[in-house]
């Protein structure tokens, strides 16, 4: 069962899939989104700290949170899902969360986390741990949304990938065109046109124009920057489309118009699957999403997988 996919001669691997679970409903559902891919081996996280988990009638271990009791607990939901093809795997910790995923993530090719997991004080997890995770950690991460402990796991139909025609986006082109080439689903990609686009293109024909005298009125020249920069965005979008409906994908493209958060919000449904990386073109301060995915993150209907960026580190006063 092998998850590997050629894209511009890298492999992408999603052999190892990083599920940590906190004892919650909502860090559950986490996991009936990992058992739907075709990893080789899931590995169930826990992580204690210093006072245990306690929700009511979710704890892992009731009172005490033993090693042997939580194991217990992570073994009866990770019993079901193995497989002739699959193995899961339980691997209990102590110490800092953040620090203990993100250390287990670096021998994975995925994690995948709920963003509205509650901790021991009941703090939402996005916010603390998952958010610090996303932040920070060197591999891809599939940020789930759950909303409140019954609501069901929508099942993507879609991929969607924003891109901005910057090579730091299209690292997320490898592991989305693997997951729609192994679940599989139609590939989306997305690209938004906003005022700041046209006025770099009006700055440009101006630079080139600069020896000319002025023919046109500020009017005409907004709409043909305007339109210039829709069709190059357009042709952007088809020219990376295309080697990937080469490799038999199911490719299409959209182009967006206004503020590309805004834009991009609008555009994804609750059943898409975004994949996108962690910064953009302007660049972002290391170890910090860039403002896009931070947003997007936040506020979209549905999962979100981040791909981390490898940038050079920034200076410490950037």
């Not at 940590?20 to 909502?26: A, E, M, N, T, V």
Request: hydrophobic fraction near 40%; aromatic fraction near 2%; charge should be negative.
């Amino acid at each position: 069962m092998s998850t590997t996919l050629p894209a511009d001669g890298n492999q992408v691997r999603l052999e190892r899939i990083l599920v940590p679970l906190d004892g919650s409903r909502q860090s559950a559902r986490a996991l009936d989104v990992a058992a739907r891919l075709p990893a080789r081996e899931l590995i169930l996280l826990h992580v204690q700290s210093g006072g245990g988990i306690h929700l009511p009638g979710l704890s892992f271990g009731g009172h005490g949170d033993k090693a042997g009791d939580i194991r217990s607990r992570l073994e009866s939901l990770a019993a079901p899902l193995r497989t002739s093809e699959r193995t899961v795997e339980i691997d209990i910790r102590s110490g800092d969360a953040t620090d203990e995923i993100l250390g287990a993530a670096a021998n994975c090719d995925l994690v995948v986390m709920a963003t509205q997991g509650r901790n021991a004080a009941g703090r939402l997890l996005f916010g603390s741990t998952a958010d610090r995770v996303s932040r920070h950690s060197p591999t891809p991460t599939l940020l789930v949304r759950t909303k409140g402990e019954d609501a069901a796991i929508t099942v993507p139909v879609r991929i969607v990938v924003p891109l901005d025609g910057s090579d730091l986006a299209e690292g997320a082109l490898p592991i989305a065109a693997t997951l729609a080439r192994v679940i599989p689903l139609p590939l989306h990609l997305v690209r938004a046109v906003d005022l700041d686009g046209i006025r770099a293109t009006i700055q440009e024909q101006r630079k080139r124009e600069a020896d000319a005298p002025p023919l046109k009125d500020e009017e005409h020249t907004y709409e043909e920057a305007r339109q210039l920069t829709e069709q190059r965005a357009s042709s952007y979008l088809a020219d990376t489309a295309e080697p990937l409906a080469g490799q038999g994908l199911d490719v299409h493209t959209g182009l967006l118009k206004g503020t590309p958060v805004f834009a991009l919000l609008e555009a994804i449904q609750p059943d898409d699957l975004v994949v996108m990386t962690s910064h953009g073109h302007r660049g972002f301060r290391r170890m910090m999403l860039g403002s896009v995915a931070e947003k997007l993150v936040r506020e979209s209907k549905g999962p979100v997988l981040l791909v981390p960026t490898r940038t050079p580190p920034a200076p410490a006063d950037a």
